[in-house]
């Protein structure tokens, strides 16, 4: 059947180039399933999924380089095999055409996001037939292989750019975990002691904060479980050493633990609706309140429940131990606000060690408590207000806490600078990538060549073929390579 291809489409297009429909000019066709237990995994035959190669095979099931897409699953994903190759049935796959050169065709399709094809209410697929309808500029075939050749060129430039950004940005998190670390352990300000000797130490700290507790915060103090903690000697002996003026106590010892409202049906009848935190809200050192539900507050427990600025918000648990103890410190944006029992509230007397004990969690050693406390044989993950309070936690002389963290702070305002702009720097080449895309599409990248053969008049001339048998005879030909793999 002959190709139909026009002049007018979604951008105008240089002289010598024409629209066609992908189905005519890069027809898809299904992939074939072949499960894992009837491979032959000693060959080198790549077999390809939706998200890429998925093990090998001892023959192929498309013996030519072929373009395969994603049909199910990781829609919008695009892979060039030049090899001899096996497509399952999670995908399809395109044969090298007579008017599209392979590569060319691979970043129109990356920059076409198929993807958006997807219109399944369930497993993301891509429809043939939507496939078929995409238009796609036809450029001259020499100027499609150098198009390619030339966007190959610059997107390596780019590729590399990204990976030394992103490559910077992971260092900065190993910089921020080893700079948390050092501070927690005393390191940080080893100097800072000879030179400015405290007038205090660590278990002044820890007498005064009790004391401080006990005398503002009236019946709270009961939740304190003075009774399980006070005497009891802590094991130091998996915890890291500290300065002389320092001592090991216990969450529990300088601050208070409460919960947070049960969530209830029954709450919906009181009258008094507050703003209320819930897990989702309380993020790895920050607090998302994009989405800020409201529940109904009693008045025998709005003290208990309230925030105030520099609580100590804790996540207790959803089973996932790498999400459990995500914690961050309420700055009082919303007022009056109450939380969920499902975050922990940890209150100071004093801000300062609300901020030391925020960071102390956020340390190395910090994360490695409170996964290990929240450990259970059962698999399911989770922190408790006992919990909680039993968490050894490093505590220094207020002038050297102070001191910390002016130091974090400085540095954090230098690192998220630095983060900021590598971030920026990847969004850009993002931009660029996508700039580039769109001039190559457009006839823009490279400079044209007179004397390359238009490509109406490449199809027009493949149109005759068709009529006189020819490509249908190597068609024919091609297909019959998929018959003998089956």
Known sequence: MPIEFHRDGPWELPEGWVWARAGDVLPLEYGKGLPERQRDTSGAIPVYGSAG????????????????????????????????????????????SHVLDLRYAYWFIVFSQFGRLDQSTAVPSLSRDKYNDVLIPIAPGAEQRRIAARIDELFTDIVDGEAVATRTLKNLGTWHRALLKAAVTGQLTSQWRVDKPPNEEGRDVVRQLRQSITATDGPFVQRIRQEDTKGKTIDVSKLPELPGSWIWSRIGEVGLVTGGLTKNPARASIVRKLPYLRVANVQYGMLDLTDIQELGVGEAELDRVSLRIDDLLIVEGNGSINQIGRCALWSAEIQPCVHQNHIIKVRFSDARIAHWAFHWLMSPHGRELVTTVASSTSGLHTLSISKIEAIPIPI???????????LIGRNFDDEVTTKIELQGGISSLTRIRNAVLKAAFEGRLIERNPTDEPADILLTRLNGAIDDGVLLRQTRRSRNSVIAAE
């Open 53 to 96: 190669i998925v093990g090998t095979h001892s023959k192929p099931l498309v013996d030519e380089p072929c373009l395969i897409l994603a049909r199910k699953g990781s829609i919008g994903a695009v892979f060039e095999e030049t090899r001899p190759s096996w497509p399952i049935d999670t995908v399809y796959f395109a044969r090298k």
């Open 396 to 406: 220094c002389p207020l002038s050297e806490v102070e001191e910390i963290l002016r």
